[in-house]
T-cell receptor, first 113, second 114 residues
């Protein structure tokens, strides 16, 4: 991947609501899209990923959707909990680079009890 | 399974000094990455190794940064001389191979340049 734009930069929701974060990429050859969660002062951890041959993937309360035509993918968190509060980064890889992973700028998610 | 190890965890130096960071990837992982994460931003890839060879260092400021992975396992990243703008967290990550493989991150080294 070469360039990834992530929105919004901050997101505040009430516990139990849904949260959606969107990323747009530019390299049409990108084929791998991970999402990482980073709690304050801790390392980024993979929460879900999707490859270009799949349009949607779910894991309990977390889902990712991919629209290859529009070159965007989104993270959906349902029934949010306070422990979901963190910074979320999207990434894209593959394409013309040697698997180089490019990260978005991050979204600070705050879930209010 | 042990995770990616990094040391030191914190480092404070003055500008123009040199500093080195060490990373030990997950056993068996052929690909190793060094990222720079400036406060409020996503990690930026500095260099990617496949075993002991460099496959991408396009964003490494080569006039001051260097990295090596001589035996294809541990890696060191060096900055000499450091500048104020080098203040950041330096994250090491590893994966089984390149291309669409999950990257596992270490705890990072937080560098402050005064």
């Amino acid at each position: 991947g070469e360039n990834v734009e992530q929105h919004p930069s901050t997101l505040s929701v009430q516990e139990g609501d849904s949260a959606v974060i969107k990323c747009t990429y530019s390299d049409s050859a990108s084929n791998y899209f991970p999402w990482y969660k980073q709690e304050l002062g801790k390392r980024p951890q993979l929460i879900i990923d999707i490859r270009s041959n799949v349009g949607e993937k779910k894991d309990q309360r977390i889902a990712v959707t991919l629209n290859k035509t529009a070159k965007h993918f989104s993270l959906h968190i349902t029934e949010t909990q306070p422990e979901d509060s963190a910074v979320y980064f999207c990434g894209d890889a593959g394409g013309t680079s040697y698997g180089k992973l490019t990260f978005g700028q991050g979204t600070i998610l705050t879930v209010h009890p | 399974e042990a995770g990616v190890a990094q040391s030191p965890r914190y480092k404070i130096i003055e500008k123009r000094q040199s500093v080195a960071f060490w990373c030990n990837p997950i056993s068996g992982h052929a690909t190793l990455y060094w990222y720079q994460q400036i406060l409020g931003q996503g990690p930026k890839l500095l260099i990617q190794f496949q075993n002991n060879g460099v496959v991408d260092d396009s964003q490494l400021p080569k006039d001051r940064f260097s990295a090596e992975r001589l035996k294809g396992v541990d890696s060191t990243l060096k900055i000499q001389p450091a500048k104020l703008e080098d203040s950041a967290v330096y994250l090491c990550a590893s994966s089984l191979g390149p291309r669409q493989e999950t990257q596992y991150f270490g705890p990072g080294t937080r560098l402050l340049v005064l």
